[in-house]
């Protein structure tokens, strides 16, 4: 890594950003990759925050990159050695996203980071593309327009074909496109506030008595909007005293529609990373029984671990399958007044904070969920007790996973009345995640 740094500044860097996108190309979650990247080098903060932007806008970008490999080079883009195109790709994102970058820099760095590989030989290659983007932007030539609106969209806001053919089926041209372009920006940087321990007020005026710019967020009543500096975020006021933790603004919604009364039973059957259940033991002021489970031990490991920093002791955590719950625990049966049922998902709401899982999820893939999650609805159910009530949440914005399958649900179940229904949409001028919820209470 020296040798990196010593012969042209930003050279590592772009290197790192450069593993990051093998590593997802591999299968490795974005952002697990960035972190696995970052904790080898030891990078300043300005040079982390660069490996960010490149890594994850050219994992946004990628239809939009590869639309123009195909348009610049001899060999298409998914044709092309996977070390190269990734490269490429880095060296693209600079040219078309990153004005404060001197194009020159971003050829040159590119070229010397391929002349580190086996490709070497490819050097030439691309020199020539990279300085024939360069050429088309200075000029305003833009790329063919592909044949149809959803096409045109996805190349535009780098999205999978069938993924913007059904936001348009969905929302509309206009609302799509505002859509897309939402999934394509840097989403704000939110904080829930621990009602247990400080108001919102007070933890505003520490961050601004440190610099840390910092708003309420409209409509959350609990929410800030923090602005990310070059302080470690653990060093951030209030961090280790529990005063807050990380939670989107539209995810801050979800709990306060459980409507948790302080002595409830209350379970949440998908907890971790556990941003939800913490909000509900706020809600019920650190009193009442609420039950954590997951099927991941070593997540709930590290969701206790951050209860614990909040101070939060009324919670009791569980591995297993919430799907046959009732086999492991008997007992349960018509136990809980409130369950909190946040079901795996395909995650379509989220995109522009997961930009890899535009590339992941397929249309077979939600199918599959939606069954996954007709059986945990249905595995659930028996807990309630009579004027129980149970929310149904997601981060997608699919309907097949959210008001058709609560539908299906309800048809199923005529002694359940639907309290409530929500969707939002990526926001791209207030910012938030897609999020949808159901409240459900039984007879």
Same mark, same amino acid.
Request: proline share 7%; net charge neutral; with cysteine.
């Given at each position: ?17 450069? @593993? /990051?996108?093998?590593? /997802? ?15 080898? !080098? ?19 970008? !990628? ?35 990153? *004005? !404060? ?13 391929i002349k580190l590989t ?54 509309? *041209? ?79 919604? /979800? ?77 349960? @049966?018509?136990?809980f007044q409130r369950i ?27 199918d599959e969920l939606v ?6 609805? *249905? ?11 149970? /929310? ?22 005529? *002694? ?28």
């Amino acid at each position: 890594m020296n040798s990196l740094r010593e012969q042209k500044p930003g050279l590592e860097a772009r290197n790192a950003a450069w @593993e /990051v996108l093998q590593l /997802v190309a591999a299968g490795a979650y974005a952002d697990v990759a960035l972190e696995r990247v970052l904790q080898k !080098r030891k990078l300043k903060p300005l040079d982390k925050r660069l490996v960010m932007e490149l890594a994850y806008g050219a994992i946004r970008r !990628r239809f939009f990159l590869d639309s123009w490999i195909d348009y610049l080079g001899r060999v298409s883009a998914c044709k092309q050695p996977p070390l190269l195109r990734w490269l490429l790709h880095v060296g693209l994102y600079q040219i078309f996203y990153m *004005e !404060r970058i001197p194009m020159t820099a971003a050829v040159n760095t590119t070229v010397e980071l391929i002349k580190l590989t086996k490709l070497e030989k490819l050097a030439p290659v691309v020199n020539g593309i990279l300085r024939s983007a360069i050429r088309s932007k200075e000029q305003g030539i833009e790329l063919p327009l592909p044949v149809n609106s959803a096409e045109i969209l996805a190349q535009a806001e780098s999205l999978p074909i069938w993924l913007s053919e059904q936001i348009i089926c969905w929302r509309g *041209e206009k609302e799509a496109e505002k859509i897309a372009k939402a999934f394509n920006q840097t989403p704000p940087f939110d904080i829930r506030v621990n009602r247990l321990r400080i108001t919102p007020d007070e933890l505003l005026r520490q961050f601004l008595a440190v610099d840390i710019d910092c708003k309420k967020i409209e409509g959350c009543p609990y929410g800030l909007q923090v602005s990310p500096n070059s302080v470690e975020l653990r060093n951030w006021p209030g961090y280790a005293e529990g005063q807050w933790c990380v939670q989107d603004r539209s995810a801050q919604w /979800v709990a306060p529609l459980l409507d948790p009364q302080p002595g409830d039973q209350v379970l949440d059957a998908c907890a971790a990373p556990g941003g939800k259940t913490t909000h509900l033991v706020e809600l019920m002021g650190n009193t009442g029984e609420v039950w954590a489970v997951d099927r991941s031990p070593s997540r709930l490991k590290r969701f206790m671990d951050n209860a614990t920093r909040l101070g939060m002791n009324s919670l009791n955590i569980l591995s297993a399958d919430s799907a046959r719950l009732l086999n492991k625990r008997p007992d349960w @049966e018509k136990y809980f007044q409130r369950i909190l049922l946040d079901v795996p998902c395909s995650g379509l709401g989220t995109l522009a904070r997961h930009p890899d899982a535009r590339w992941r999820i397929s249309p077979e893939q939600i199918d599959e969920l939606v069954i996954v999650q007709t059986k945990l609805l *249905e595995g659930l159910l028996p807990l309630l007790s009579p004027g129980g009530r149970i /929310v149904y949440s997601t981060c997608t914005i699919h309907p097949k996973e959210n008001i058709n399958q609560i539908e299906q649900f309800l048809s199923r179940h005529p *002694e359940l009345i639907l309290l409530e229904e929500k969707q939002t949409w990526p926001d791209l001028d207030r910012g938030g995640d897609g999020f949808y919820a159901a409240s459900l209470e039984i007879r």
